[in-house]
């Protein structure tokens, strides 16, 4: 397949025109057995029906639509039209009316043809839908529309398929027909206007002639051909009873799909419960998920590829696996790719069970028998929201294999990681759907790192270096509030509360960290521990500044630490705050990695300078407010002048110093060296 | 990632190389050799994890050594190389692929580096060169004394249907000229990847094992060139029992990066010095969970934690299909948010992450009649249904309206009166001891379903009301 096919492929936009006219009224002569009840001796059987050649037609056009929409839910549009003394169109492009449902409604207010009935001003003909199809060809789709608007280097193409469902007595008629589709098309693309409605670039037309069951037919069936440069035939004869099969049989090239047939299913049979016996259940997916099945050893290939019974197409036979009971399933990692299936028989009984069976949330192995009798496990059948995927399931080497573990590398001796924090964390942030669709101005994916980022403005890596997310009887719940966008006036007086709980203890002499018995030694003299606790409470509150309530609890903690200088520095900064805010109403952002922050302060205790290099953050001064602002103030307006070319190129190193490569044309050892 | 290395040993490469003022000669062969243990020097240093195997080739393919980390055993079987008859590409291609398809099956990546003589210009652009089925790429590196006559008539060094490119070693040939154009495709070919871990304002510096690839997807309408960032941040966390098995490009470890070039003491520290990367690890280990990572605009990752055997754990990087439906079950992933408040207003949602506003066809009853056997498998089914009324009134007349409103959209009039026929003969037939209500329900849908109105799809034929039972209708 070339590329351009590739890109806009002919599948996007399918047109059906099915004759609905008188002839197609009659019988397709192909009875169906209605004999289901006991009857008297020398009773007469019930007689057996017939089916319609438009009841056979319409059919097979739903049956098409059902799978490929089963399949692909988006981007694969079918529309049907009808053709008696007018076309009609039974659905269009939008997304709403590509679904089966939606067609049976309009079929049942469209009827059988009718009966013949001469009419001297019109007659009916297949040919009124031709028009009707080239018109539908040249309406854009939505998606055509949007790639329009995209204004990519590719020039949008626009490929259709269409699908004629007729009768005609011989060749030369379906010759008739071609060109005068064809020559509808030339005139649709005549009458294109931008943007609704862009020209045929290529039509793929397949003219389905068919007949009842009981009559020769003169039509020969054609392999795809170039009539023009716009136009490829292909004609298939075939008598109405057997349309369905054919129509799905072209369904597996029009969308690159492929057949698998699960074997030996075990099921209860319906009369005797106790017993049971193996079925065969049908399924189509798109063919990319044989890939790998095929591309391995031929003979293995050889030996689970079958030709479909009654059919012109091949599917792959894979063996069910009874699931165990646990842990059935392969890691997530090993699956390597997924796609919807459809039953190909939905009515057959061996069908609905394997659908309920994996509709109930159950997975299904499917094992690859190899030619020496040996078996590998190749794909999952597993359900999700109620649709069936098909997953192939790795089952080569790894080249993970045997890695070094991450206890062995830079961190992994550490052993007093925050893990349960991290976890709670974690939990905190998981990520839910929403209905609400983003916005351009609203994106959700932003979002969640401005909030990732808040709560770890000051998130030391292990225990040792933090008190007070130790000391959670005393600090919580203000550790937890501090970190959201904003507090309420009642979570204010919580946080408040936890410091004076710990002013209190202070007073108390309490111990903060219980001793250690087996190594007491170790211990900080208390005096020592609360002064690190409150440097490091302050260092978190200044942090967390994100809204006046915020700086309200920083100003509690000065306040209660007696610490007034400070405080009358806080108040003007809420000043400022309350101004900038009343100036610009969006959340003041904390900026951490600004080069403008002051440097580090040593700080006493315990050892701060490793959180810090994990936060990458300095909150040490209240003038950091003002700094904040300022930095926030500078990106709304950006420097113009684009920075230095080398300056663009360069590598930051690991002490921070950006790093280019000067003469980078002349590339030898010696000028590596030279520059290091 | 892994590497094939395919040796020629035609006779061609048993020609003599002197080198000029001096008395030493080479053979091809011998420089091919030199060429091959420059690279697994390389890869021994800078890339220990490389998985590579060697097939040696001429108008035949064998699998010298297959995937393998000990570049000895390597070293020591390309010593014994001999010599064979002509040179003939395409068996190479398809011993290759199915050398890599029978370890790894689709899902890696992998290097094919060739040395070969000369003939290489002309003879990989044969048509009857066949791509390789993996994703990967071949480097070929002709070995000739005079530059080749066919160079100079391509004017590209690169090989037709994006099968790989050709470098060749600088003129004169000498082993130090060999070992740098070894040398330069190992630099080039074997970057590592470094990039950066971030989770909010928590972050380490990491280090992916296998470099992660740009990935090429062609769909309807666009063809994305999707290349990694070299920061990937954390967006979120999942429990790991919803994200299940989506489809996955490929699979990296997450190594904290870790400082070459430096003594042992340093090492000892960095070993002490806490990591995000490995609380990260714990963290997710522990509490079995998944982290959403963007990887760059339009792509996904997740970071689980992974155990090759029970004692070796690791943080690895799964990297899904590009594009912001890679799990399909969960909807758009520019949809997901964080907000915990929110999930509390609408505990639906957390049960049923994505609903699909169609249902699928095998989810509904849709009723398909191609096939006899599925017409009269719903024929059959009110019949029996039949035979237990007035127990089962509800479920006969839901099934006949069902069977009826398909008739109507198909236009399958007869069917209508048939099924008329066969209740009138169900009841006929109904034996003695059967409830009256049963045959009187029989008649009354008999009758309604020969009536023109019968074929109105507005109409539900409905039970009749006799003095037998109460029906409550479904």
């Not at chain 2, 006779?11 to 060429?35: N, P, Y």
């Not at chain 2, 920061?231 to 299940?244: P, Q």
């Not at chain 2, 849908?445 to 039970?463: G, N």
């Amino acid at each position: 397949m070339s590329l351009m096919d590739q890109l806009f492929p002919a599948n996007h936009k399918t047109t059906f025109v099915v004759d609905h006219t008188p002839y197609f009224g009659l019988a397709s002569n192909s009875h169906i057995k209605m004999d289901f009840t006991k009857r008297p001796p020398g009773g007469i059987p019930p007689a057996p029906i017939f089916k319609s050649m438009w009841t056979c037609s319409i059919e097979a056009v739903l049956e098409y639509c059902r799978i490929v929409w089963d399949l692909f839910p988006e981007g694969k549009l079918i529309r049907v039209i009808s053709s008696d003394m007018q076309s009609r169109t039974l659905n269009n492009w939008s997304s709403s009316q590509q679904n089966v449902n939606y067609m049976l409604h309009h079929l049942s207010s469209l009827g059988p043809p009718a009966k013949l009935v001469p009419n001297p001003n019109r007659d009916y003909s297949v040919v009124y839908g031709f028009r009707t199809a080239s018109e539908a060809m040249i309406e854009c789709t939505t998606a055509q529309m949007d790639q329009g608007a995209k204004k990519n280097n590719i020039e949008v193409q626009n490929k259709c398929r269409t699908v004629i469902i007729t009768s005609a007595r011989d060749n030369p008629s379906i010759d008739n027909l071609m060109s005068m589709f064809h020559n509808e098309m030339i005139k649709s693309n005549k009458y294109v206007t931008q943007p609704n409605s862009m020209s045929i670039n290529h039509c793929h037309l397949v003219i389905i002639n068919t007949y009842p069951d009981s009559i020769t037919c003169e039509v020969t069936d054609r392999p795809s051909h170039p009539i023009s440069s716009i136009l490829d035939l292909e004609v298939h004869s075939i008598p109405a009873s057997k349309i369905g099969i054919k129509i799905s049989n072209l369904l597996l090239k029009h969308y690159n799909l492929a057949s698998t047939t699960v074997t030996g299913i075990p099921m209860k049979e319906e009369q005797n419960a106790s017993s049971s016996a193996n079925y065969d259940v049908e399924i189509y997916h798109a063919a990319t998920a044989h890939t790998t099945i095929l591309n391995a050893n031929v003979a293995d290939a050889k030996a689970v590829v079958a030709k479909k019974e009654g059919a012109d197409y091949e599917t792959i036979k894979l063996k069910w696996c009874t699931p165990r009971a646990n842990n059935n399933l392969p890691d997530i990692h090993s699956c390597t790719t997924l796609h919807r299936i459809t039953p190909v028989d939905i009515n057959s009984r061996p069908s609905a069970c394997l659908i309920t069976f994996l509709l109930n949330g159950r997975s299904v192995l499917l094992e690859m028998i190899k030619q020496g009798g040996g078996k590998s496990m190749s794909h999952v059948l597993k359900s999700y929201n109620g649709e069936i995927y098909i997953h192939t399931v790795s089952s080569g080497r790894t080249v993970l294999e045997d890695p070094p573990a991450i206890s062995e590398g830079p961190g992994g001796k550490v052993t007093q990681y925050r893990v349960a924090d991290f976890g709670t964390f974690m939990k905190l942030n998981l990520l839910q759907p929403t209905k609400r669709k983003q916005t351009e101005d609203k994106n959700y994916i932003d979002d969640a790192k401005e909030k990732l980022k808040k709560q770890t403005a000051y998130w030391p890596l292990i225990t040792s270096s933090t008190i007070i997310f130790n000391l959670k009887q005393y600090t919580e719940p203000m550790l937890s509030l501090m970190v959201k966008d904003n507090i309420s006036d009642q979570e204010v007086m919580n946080c408040k509360q936890c410091i004076y709980s710990l002013i209190a203890a202070e007073s108390k002499n309490e111990h903060l960290i219980t001793p250690n018995p087996s190594n007491p030694r170790k211990m900080m003299k208390k005096d020592d521990q609360y002064k690190s606790m409150w440097t490091e409470l302050e260092t978190f509150l200044k942090s967390n500044l994100y809204t006046e309530n915020h700086c309200k609890v920083l100003q509690c903690l000065f306040e209660c630490r007696g610490r007034l200088d400070e405080e009358k520095i806080i108040e003007k900064t809420l000043m400022r705050f309350k101004k900038s805010l009343a100036d610009r109403p969006s959340v003041i952002r904390a900026t951490t990695d600004s080069p403008m922050s002051p440097p580090l302060t040593q700080q006493t205790g315990i050892k701060h300078n490793i959180a810090h290099k994990a936060v990458a953050a300095d909150p040490n001064s209240v003038m950091y407010l003002q700094i904040v602002q300022d930095q926030d103030n500078r990106r709304v307006n950006p420097p113009t002048r684009p920075p230095f070319a080398g300056r663009l190129k360069s590598i930051q190193k690991r002490n921070g110093n950006l790093f280019a490569k000067l003469y980078q044309h002349i590339d030898d050892d010696t000028d590596t060296k030279s520059a290091k | 990632m892994a590497t094939v290395i395919a040796i020629d040993l035609s006779v061609s490469m048993l020609r003599d190389i002197k080198i000029k003022d001096t008395k030493e000669s080479f053979t091809l062969l011998q420089l091919a050799t030199h060429g091959v243990n420059v690279l697994l020097d390389y890869l021994a240093v800078h890339s220990k994890l490389e998985f590579v195997a060697v097939v040696t080739f001429s108008s035949t393919c064998d699998v010298l050594c297959s995937f393998t980390r000990d570049y000895d055993l390597i070293k020591a079987k390309i010593t014994q190389l001999e010599f064979r008859t002509n040179t003939c590409y395409p068996p190479v291609i398809q011993t290759i692929n199915y050398l890599v398809h029978s370890e790894w099956s689709n899902s890696v990546t992998c290097q094919v580096i060739m040395i070969t003589d000369g003939n290489c210009y002309e003879g990989l652009r044969k048509p009857d060169m066949t791509p390789f089925l993996f994703p990967g790429k071949l480097i070929v590196v002709p070995l000739e004394q005079v530059s080749s006559l066919y160079k100079n008539n391509y004017d590209s060094n690169k090989l037709p249907n994006g099968l790989g490119y050709i470098t060749s070693p600088e003129l004169p040939l000498t082993p130090s000229s060999v070992a740098k154009v070894f040398e330069k495709i190992a630099k080039e070919t074997y970057v590592p990847y470094s990039a950066v871990l971030r989770c909010g304002n928590l972050k380490s510096d990491i280090q992916l094992i296998p470099p992660p690839m740009s990935y090429t997807k062609a769909a309807d309408f666009e063809i994305m060139t999707c290349c990694i960032s070299s920061e990937l941040n954390i967006i979120g966390f999942l429990e790991s029992s919803k994200v299940e098995c989506p489809a996955t490009l490929s699979r990296h470890l997450v190594l904290p990066q870790r400082i070459l070039d430096e003594c042992s003491e340093t090492n000892e520290a960095f070993a002490k010095t806490p990591s995000f990367c490995v609380l990260l690890h714990g963290a997710l280990k522990v509490e079995n969970m998944t982290a959403v990572c963007q990887l760059s605009s339009n792509w996904y990752g997740l970071l689980v934690s992974w155990a090759d055997n029970k004692k070796k754990s690791n943080l690895m990087l799964i990297i899904l299909e590009p594009g912001t439906n890679a799990i399909p079950w969960l909807g758009d992933i520019r949809n997901l948010t964080l907000s915990p408040t929110e999930l509390n207003k609408s505990d639906v949602d957390e049960t049923q992450p994505s609903k699909t506003p169609d249902k699928r066809s095998y989810n509904q009853s849709q009723l398909v009649w191609i096939k006899e056997a599925g017409l009269q498998a719903d024929i059959q089914k009110i019949l029996r249904q039949a035979r237990k009324m007035p127990d089962k009134i509800p479920s006969f007349y839901k099934e006949l309206n069902r069977i009826r409103k398909a008739a109507i959209a198909y236009s399958f009039n007869d069917l209508l009166t048939s099924i008329a026929d066969l209740l009138e003969l169900e009841c006929s037939n109904l034996p003695g001891g059967t409830h009256p209500d049963c045959a009187l329900q029989l008649t009354h849908a008999a009758i309604e379903l020969r009536k023109p109105l019968a074929m109105d799809p507005k109409l539900t034929i409905v039970p009749m009301t006799t003095k037998y039972a109460q029906h409550d209708l479904m």
